[in-house]
């Protein structure tokens, strides 16, 4: 099992950026896949981001795409989003989640195949 804690969240101006920090305890984080989601208020969740084990392989969400920024650091058990050019619309609860998987070079973007999950990081973009 791996617990996840999500950080870096808060409050920015549009055009701002923040960084993200998704901590996993364990000893086994590089065999997780790992992904960002968000959840804007009266919104489903929606893919962000994801990174496969190894780091090689990336996706985006088209919202994010060029503005967004996922990697992971398996010496520190930490998956980072760097999120720059941030818009109103970017404000929502951001999740960090994982998936124990064999494949080493695949990234995964439905919520659905992930089965750990973060508490969630509050970010709000001001106008």
């Known amino acids: 099992q791996v617990q996840l804690v999500e950080s870096g969240g808060g409050l920015v101006q549009a055009g701002g950026s923040l960084r993200l920090s998704c901590a996993a305890s364990?000893?086994?984080?590089?065999?997780?896949?790992m992904g960002w989601f968000r959840q804007a208020p009266g919104k489903e969740r929606e893919f962000v981001a994801a990174?496969?084990?190894?780091?090689?392989?990336?996706g985006y969400a088209d919202s994010v795409k060029d503005r967004f920024t996922i990697s992971r650091d398996n010496s520190k058990n930490t998956v980072y989003l760097q999120l720059n050019s941030l818009k109103p619309e970017d404000t929502a609860v951001y999740y960090c989640?994982?998936?124990?998987?064999?494949?080493?070079?695949?990234?995964?973007?439905?919520?659905?195949?992930?089965?750990?999950w973060g508490q969630g990081t509050e970010v709000t973009v001001s106008s």
């Open positions: 990174i496969a084990r190894s780091g090689g392989s990336i």
């Open positions: 989640a994982a998936l124990e998987t064999a494949l080493t070079g695949n990234y995964y973007t439905s919520e659905y195949q992930y089965n750990h």
């Open positions: 364990g000893r086994t984080f590089n065999r997780y896949a």
